[in-house]
């Protein structure tokens, strides 16, 4: 398996970036950030910056990790309005930059959740906004996937925390509403998914693997009472149980 690093994990200085990398092995880049910016503000002059260390220290970029539409509320914003026109910009931008550093896969986020997106027999009404978020979302990235789809970039998302994305499950409807995995691909955090009681089993992974595009690995404890997220090592987690079996289906399957 090829394994990569979110690079700002180590530094927002590329240079020192790339030497650590060296010196541990891992050969692939995850760009999010660097220069103290998110990957979306770069002019193209930093993704050269970018390219060249990366050529010079033996670094493959693979992914293009935007920000664009984070943090934004599903239901506050309409195709075209001024909120989606200026993070549909900064996608874009996010665009040239990929192909500056001859990356397909580029991540945009999915709006904040309605905490409760489909409800019934009166929850509809009282706790999931009349069912409205869904269907909204989904015609709320329609464009987003055509401009993906014209600039000729692999358009992919990720099950988070506060996302209206925030299972495989939901992954795998919204994919298929969108026109299925040649379109729009899952970057599979296990760990987010974790704190909605989606547990990452090989059945689970057997559901959606051939909606993956790439996978994020992290550990934590969590508690959904307290809402409290603790980052741990690696295997020292709740993900722990489930790092195991999912490595060899991962193999069985030649996942790289």
């Not at 664009?68 to 026109?85: H, L, N, Q, R, Y």
């Not at 999915?110 to 489909?118: E, G, L, R, S």
């Not at 959606?208 to 603790?230: L, Q």
């Amino acid at each position: 398996m090829k394994i990569s690093v979110i690079t700002n994990g180590i530094s927002e200085d590329y240079a020192k970036v790339c030497r650590v990398m060296k010196e541990t092995g891992v050969k692939y880049a995850e760009i999010q950030h660097a220069f103290d910016k998110a990957v979306e503000y770069f002019t193209m002059d930093e993704a050269k910056q970018i390219k060249i260390l990366s050529d010079e220290n033996g670094i493959v970029p693979v992914m293009v990790t935007s920000h664009a539409f984070a943090g934004v509320p599903v239901m506050s914003i309409e195709v075209g309005d001024a909120t989606f026109e200026k993070h549909m910009a900064l996608l874009k931008n996010s665009f040239q930059v990929a192909k500056v550093l001859n990356v397909k896969p580029v991540r945009s986020m999915v709006f904040n959740k309605q905490i409760v997106t489909f409800g019934y027999h009166g929850s509809d009404k009282w706790n999931a906004g009349g069912n409205k978020s869904w269907p909204k979302f989904i015609k709320l990235y329609e464009p987003i996937v055509k401009a993906a789809e014209d600039a000729q970039i692999e358009l992919v998302i990720e099950n988070g925390f506060n996302g209206m994305v925030s299972s495989t499950w939901l992954a795998r409807k919204m994919i298929d509403e969108l026109g299925g995995p040649r379109r729009l691909k899952l970057i599979w955090d296990l760990t987010n998914a974790l704190y909605y009681n989606e547990f990452p089993t090989v059945p689970v992974y057997e559901g959606i693997r051939d909606y993956v595009a790439h996978i994020h690995i992290k550990d934590a404890f969590i508690n959904t009472i307290t809402s409290e997220v603790d980052i741990r090592p690696i295997g020292r987690g709740h993900l722990a149980p489930y790092l195991l079996d999912l490595a060899a289906a991962l193999r069985r399957d030649k996942y790289q």
